[in-house]
């Protein structure tokens, strides 16, 4: 089964992105979420937020619970916030009955790394800031375009 749909509003701007993916053979989820979107009197998003998301076997977050957008004056995105959270409110874990020991261990480490982090994996609650520099196009700075081609 791989539904991938957008939904829009009275406006045309995107409301919410369902996805669902599960492959027959083994039977897995591989994605699972719903994202939703709002927007300001401007017509600008200023957020997004997944209002479901299953982690499945890995405990992989579809992307952060919540991202709040910034504009300056002249309406351009100067800066972005990603909110990530080991709130299970929204999520939803993958069922373990009838897994071997081994793959329980794997789904219990999975889970630790979610909640706890290590060394090199960051647990799965932070904030991520994202900014962005706008600045004037000048072709002695800029030119020439480097645009990779599609392989």
Known sequence: MN???WEKDKKQRLS???RLYVTRMPNDT????SQRFVYDADGRLTMAWFDYMHLGKR???AGADTIWYTYDSRN??????HRYTTDMRNKNEQDTTGLSDFEKQMRASAREKFFVGTEYI????RVVTTEYQCEVFDPKKHLPLKIPLPR
């Open 3 to 5: 539904i991938d749909r």
């Open 30 to 33: 591989v994605y699972h979420y």
């Open 16 to 18: 919410r992105h369902y």
């Open 59 to 61: 405990y992989d977050p």
């Open 122 to 125: 960051p647990k799965n609650n």
């Open 76 to 81: 351009r995105l100067v800066a972005e916030r």
